[in-house]
């Protein structure tokens, strides 16, 4: 009998003690469960299966809606859903597998605004009650970012395809400005003929804008950067803006006394603060403030993260401020698009924005916008730093002459540029070379007995393409210098070393443009390309 009842004792004090074992491991994961619950970053909460209240909600939760926790806890989980989707999150929960599946919803914060966010949710028991745990991942981020890049890569796209059609369209503007300007010469003396020779210039100028900026969107111009204070680019355009702008516009500068030093094309940033500032006040049609504001910027990998084609770094910001109309989110997605634009028909070419973001990619920028109705609209422009001195002033190039008596080989696959060039060059004293191709510009090198002194070849040729043609015969031709022309490409100045007499002329230019880059070539009097259409007709 009592040795029965030692054996009792025994077992019940193991059982006892198992029992205890098993309460402190329940109570230790249920507190692993709490910790856990209560310190992810993410929002999580648990639902009554039965009556889909909130049972618990952790502090992420309530930081993402809004909804303080005695909030949530008097709330149904319908009540943060939109009501199109209650019907759809019903059929779910009454299937036990719906429980466990994931996927993509909408949720609404305490402010009304409407989340996307990405749902993952299992059964579980809470205190004896079916209920479900729910992860909620905003991806509100995610899909910014995978915005970004789509509108990245169509940018690039759209890109590509309006360079390749400036340059198709530069050969033919060649053309008309070329003959044009012979003509005008002709008919100086006749007052109507030299009137309606002018409009075909008129119309020529036009168009050739038109494929300028389109170059300027595709990243495909020839720029001439410098080492420049922004500050002194903005400050020395004002007066000219006043004039486009009007008076009802007040111009207000805050410039950052110690800005740091960009390198970029004067030029081309003067026409991105002219663009922004016609942007401008075409948002501010009854007048108002615009505002040009400098700073350096210190960008970190987080901040880059978020904008795709931003690298960490040291930058100079440039904000133009204007207190317009605005823009709303749709808008917003396309302003930099060609052809794009808001405008009544005939009010503007689309192409004014679209301009600007080639500019400042080209320049290894970036440009945000930030913008809402009747807020008015900032945007916010980034150069990378440097740390060198300001370039000094651009070179003279007043009293260039247009006319000598060098040999020059003229290597064009377009008949029409290759003769245009050609009239152009004997008229103005020089023996001419033609060659139709890179193999017969080869053989005629070969050939030719006589000194060459300047080669003038476009860019790209069926075959051989003028940088591939500049290789071959510069073993043969030692002391030739070149002369690149092409309706477009920026890599030619990265890759000649215009320190050794390698010269370069966009298309469409004027007879005078190339009577004057010739000599400035053969002259190694290199100067920036955008000059080549200074000088007009005149011979």
Known sequence: MFFSFAVYSARLAVSQSRQQKAVLALRETESRFRLLFAANPHPMWVVDLETLKFLEVNDAAVRRYGYAREEFLSMRLTQIRPPDEVPKLLDNLADEAGIREFGVWKHRCKDGALVSVEIHAEPLDFAGRPAMLVLSQDLTERQKLEEQLRQSQKMEAVGTLAGGIAHDFNNLLTVIKGYSCLVMDRVKEDEQLAREVGQIEKAAEKAATLTRQLLAFSRRQVLQPRNINVNNIVASVQNMLRRVIGENIEIVNQFAADLGTVRADPSQIE????????????????GGKLTFRTSNAV??????????????????LLEVVDAGHGMD????????????????????????????????????????????????????IYFPRVDQALSEGDPNESGTRRVGFETI??????????????????????????????????????????????????????GMSGR??????????????????????????????IRSGVGFLEKPFSPAGLQRRVREVLEGRIIPSSAAWSGGSST
């Open 271 to 286: 026409q991105v603060i002219l663009n922004l500032a016609v942007n401008a006040r075409d948002a501010m049609p009854g």
């Open 409 to 462: 080989l003229l290597v064009e696959d377009e008949e029409v540029v290759r003769q245009l060039a050609n009239r152009i060059l004997v008229t103005s004293g020089y023996k001419v070379l033609l060659a139709e191709n890179g193999q017969e510009a080869e053989r005629i090198c070969i050939e030719y007995d006589g000194v060459i002194q300047l080669l003038i070849t476009d860019v790209v040729m069926p």
């Open 329 to 380: 989110e749709e808008t917003q997605r396309h302003i930099f698009e060609p052809f794009f634009t808001t405008k009544e028909v005939g009010r503007g070419t689309g192409l004014g924005l679209s301009t600007v973001y080639g500019i400042v990619k080209q320049s290894d920028g970036y440009i945000a916008v930030e913008s809402g109705i009747a807020q008015g609209t900032t945007f916010r």
């Open 299 to 316: 960008l970190d990998d987080a901040f880059a993260r978020e904008h795709i084609g931003l690298r960490p770094g040291r930058y100079v």
């Open 468 to 497: 591939d043609l500049v290789q071959k015969i510069a073993g043969k031709r030692p002391g030739m210098k070149v002369l690149y022309i092409s309706g477009y490409t920026e890599q030619v100045l990265q890759e000649t070393d």
